[in-house]
């Protein structure tokens, strides 16, 4: 029992920068990591990035170098800075809490970039 609660998702121009947030509540010991997952119209779910309550993390390989996933461990909030936009990024990104026996998602947040 995990809730997500995501915000910072808006229209941007490309290049620009947006930083969404993700605010979890609940079982927060049972989570093994938090996570950044994005839907594009057309496409799959694909990983963005995650990251472990030690600080290590992991990333998508659209997005390395770009993307920065970080935490904070007493809000209990995770955040990806999203820099360096491009159309490509548009999408429904989705926070996640990871666990050994499945995933809760949050409602999602609407990244739209514009050329």
């Known amino acids: 029992q995990v809730q997500l609660v995501e915000s910072g998702g808006g229209l941007v121009q490309a290049g620009g920068s947006l930083r969404l947030s993700c605010a979890a509540s609940g079982s927060i010991a049972s989570i093994t990591l938090m996570g950044w997952y994005r839907q594009a119209p057309g496409k799959q779910r694909e990983l963005v990035a995650t990251i472990f309550s030690d600080g290590r993390t992991n990333y998508g390989n659209s997005v390395k170098c770009r993307f920065t996933i970080s935490r904070d461990n007493v809000k209990n909030t995770v955040y990806l800075q999203m820099n360096s936009l491009k159309p490509e990024d548009t999408a429904i990104y989705y926070c996640?809490?990871?666990?050994?026996?499945?995933?809760?998602w949050g409602q999602g947040t609407q990244v739209t970039v514009s050329s």
């Open positions: 996640a809490a990871i666990r050994s026996w499945g995933t809760d």
